[in-house]
């Protein structure tokens, strides 16, 4: 398993921007597939975006898709989500994930990934 730990959650206005990154561990970052996830209070955690070992390829909830934008570095075993015209919708905890199971569209649920870091928290106030 690989270790994350996310950071750069905050306090933002509506239309505002924020930049999350989450660092990994481990020598084998590049064999993983990333995800971001997301858990609002009272709600579920839900899939949020998800980047494939080479960031060939990605997938996004509808409801990020065009404001939201994953990508990783894999020198530096870390993977970001870039998020733009933030909404107050968008206040969730934030979790980085893991999976050694090829990307594909169907990956997109929390038992899909092993590995979990502990959360950041974003707050997008009206």
């Known amino acids: 398993q690989v270790q994350l730990v996310e950071s750069g959650g905050g306090l933002v206005q509506a239309g505002g921007s924020l930049r999350l990154s989450c660092a990994a561990s481990?020598?084998?970052?590049?064999?993983?597939?990333m995800g971001w996830f997301r858990q609002a209070p009272g709600k579920e955690r839900e899939f949020v975006a998800a980047?494939?070992?080479?960031?060939?390829?990605?997938y996004y909830a509808d409801s990020v898709k065009g404001r939201f934008s994953i990508s990783r570095v894999n020198a530096k075993n870390t993977v970001y989500l870039q998020m733009s015209s933030l909404k107050p919708e968008d206040t969730a905890v934030y979790y980085c994930?893991?999976?050694?199971?090829?990307?594909?569209?169907?990956?997109?649920?929390?038992?899909?990934?092993?590995?979990w870091g502990q959360g950041t928290q974003v707050t997008v106030s009206s």
């Open positions: 481990g020598r084998t970052f590049s064999r993983y597939a």
């Open positions: 980047i494939s070992w080479s960031g060939s390829s990605t």
């Open positions: 994930a893991a999976t050694s199971s090829p990307l594909s569209a169907s990956i997109k649920a929390v038992p899909d990934f092993g590995s």
